[in-house]
């Protein structure tokens, strides 16, 4: 039985290219830290937009190819923005065609299954609730060239756990 309180993505195939981005480091350029942040701002600031978060809040990145991620916790809310194919499997049971740009509700042991991006490279997943993340330089947002950011600066990866805080 797990804990009540533990909250967590579990990343089941990483994709691609699978970071963790917010809207960058501002002001570091003269020390040599590039700005980073999302690479498509309008569909990272609407994933947000769509779920009423703070438009700085972070999101999952991913490219061509995304994750597969299995939820473990108390129920929330996501959204996938861009050109993007994906499917929510509901408890290993029922399938959903998902649709971007709209927000379902997830619950304990779904899967959302990003397939791929289709006319574009980048899409987006917004959580409802605050993924715990650590900030480098004022910023959540991962540059792997540079090796900073969340995660220690590297895309995510199979079988990593993305812990998620669940306000109520």
Do not use: C
């Amino acid at each position: 039985m797990r804990e009540s309180n533990i909250n967590f993505f579990d990343v089941q195939r990483a994709g691609v290219n699978t970071t963790f981005q917010d809207n960058g480091r501002n002001n570091l350029n003269h020390i040599g830290i590039p700005i980073g942040g999302a690479m498509d701002k309008r569909n990272y600031l609407i994933a947000n937009a769509l779920l009423k978060k703070d438009l700085k809040s972070p999101v999952i990145e991913f490219a061509y190819q995304g994750p597969l991620l299995r939820y473990v916790g108390k129920k929330i809310f996501i959204t996938i923005t861009g050109d993007v194919q994906f499917q929510i499997i509901k408890n290993n049971k029922n399938s959903i065609t998902g649709e971007t740009y709209k927000v379902y509700e997830i619950q304990d042991n779904d899967k959302i299954d990003i397939l791929s991006t289709n006319k574009s490279v980048y899409g987006y997943m917004s959580v409802s609730e605050n993924l715990i993340l650590d900030e480098s330089w004022g910023s959540i947002s991962i540059n792997t060239k540079a090796n900073i950011g969340s995660n220690d600066g590297n895309k995510l990866i199979n079988n990593q756990k993305i812990s998620v805080d669940h306000q109520n």
